[in-house]
């Protein structure tokens, strides 16, 4: 199994940046697409963006395009979700997850086998 611990949550300020990280450890061979998702209160479970093995291809969620960037460094196992233009709608629990789906990168969430446990990203109005 891959185990993935997502980092790097907090508060910010509106119009600021944060960056998420996520690691992957276990059986990295089932390391293929990466994906953010997020979960506001009261909220579905909304996609935020994917990456391909080894990260030539991305797929941007609509709200997100043109202010969230997503990269991958495959020697050290970890996934970054760059974010600018924070606004106060962006607050929400963040999950890394893991696909074995790999091109083109998946959207939905039932297409993710491992998640991680959520890392909290609060953006003061």
């Known amino acids: 199994q891959v185990q993935l611990i997502e980092s790097g949550g907090g508060l910010v300020q509106d119009g600021g940046s944060l960056t998420l990280s996520c690691a992957a450890s276990g059986r990295t061979l089932q390391w293929l697409s990466v994906g953010w998702f997020r979960q506001a209160p009261g909220k579905e479970r909304e996609f935020v963006a994917s990456?391909?093995?080894?990260?030539?291809?991305?797929t941007i969620g609509k709200s997100v395009k043109g202010r969230f960037t997503i990269s991958r460094d495959n020697v050290k196992y970890t996934a970054d979700l760059q974010m600018n233009a924070l606004r106060p709608e962006d607050t929400a629990i963040y999950y890394c997850?893991?696909?074995?789906?790999?091109?083109?990168?998946?959207?939905?969430?039932?297409?993710?086998?491992?998640w991680g446990q959520g890392t909290q990203v609060t953006v003061s109005s």
């Open positions: 997850a893991a696909s074995g789906i790999n091109s083109p990168p998946p959207d939905r969430s039932e297409e993710f086998e491992y």
């Open positions: 990456i391909s093995w080894p990260g030539r291809k991305t």
